[in-house]
């Protein structure tokens, strides 16, 4: 693949006030990450590579590695203000929409399967795919991607926990506003598992046991 560097840089918004995470940061070769709860982002590609950002399934344009001035400090900022976002409901049908085009952006990743090999026939009797060979011995792409189709799942799971275990719901049920809200979801917060399973009965009498605990809790404190 010839020389590789690795590109580090921050998303911000528009106004440059605010990092945005989960920002995904994608290369033309498939190589992919996303930005973490500050906004930053390494990613390691070619010199002739190029690499994109793509947030709330908008893209920005390709950037080629090899004109970026300055790899170690690649920011940029998004045409997205977050202050509108607060104001967007998830409703079910978007989530599943989402989730779908999602699994269709990074199918690769999602679909991948570790390489085997695959034994061929020829008239020269039975021997190994020399391709499929040499796709076994490539660990370092293969540990990539099997650790970004992870990345990808859990973050995932993590969008649904949202999605179910969301900030209306929960002050719609406890009343609870700003920190004390923002302590009781952090310290609640449901696994996937429970997510998945539950019905909206369940998660309702869910969030009225934990607030009974919260409140409990904060009584018993001096």
Same mark, same amino acid.
Request: hydrophobic letters at 35%; aromatic letters at 14%.
């Given at each position: ?149 992870? *990345?990808?799942?859990? !973050? ?5 926990? $949202? %999605?179910?275990?969301?900030?209306? =719901?929960? &002050? ?16 609640? *917060?449901?696994?996937? !598992? ?5 019905? $909206? %009965?369940?998660?309702?009498?869910? =969030?009225? &046991? ?13």
């Amino acid at each position: 693949m010839g020389q590789e560097v690795t590109v580090h840089g921050t998303v911000y918004n528009m106004y440059r006030t605010k990092p945005l995470d989960g920002v995904s940061v994608i290369s033309s070769l498939g190589r992919g990450t996303a930005t973490d709860s500050n906004g930053n982002y390494a990613i390691t590609v070619s010199i002739k590579d190029s690499i994109y950002f793509s947030y709330l399934g908008r893209a920005t344009a390709k950037y080629p590695v090899g004109t970026i001035n300055y790899v170690g400090a690649f920011d940029i900022a998004l045409h997205v203000d977050p202050v509108e976002l607060k104001e967007v409901k998830v409703m079910p049908r978007n989530y599943h929409y989402d989730s779908l085009q999602n699994r269709q952006d990074y199918a690769k990743y999602f679909n991948y399967k570790k390489p085997g090999l695959k034994v061929s026939s020829t008239g020269m009797g039975v021997g190994l795919d020399l391709n499929q060979l040499i796709e076994m011995f490539n660990f370092a792409q293969k540990r990539r991607d099997l650790a970004f189709q992870r *990345r990808l799942v859990e !973050d995932e799971k993590d969008k649904y926990v $949202d %999605y179910r275990f969301n900030r209306s =719901i929960v &002050l719609k049920v406890t009343r609870l506003e700003g920190d004390q809200l923002d302590s009781f979801m952090l310290r609640y *917060r449901p696994s996937y !598992d429970f997510c998945h399973r539950a019905t $909206d %009965y369940d998660l309702l009498d869910y =969030i009225k &046991l934990a607030f009974h605990e919260y409140q409990k809790d904060r009584k018993d404190r001096p």
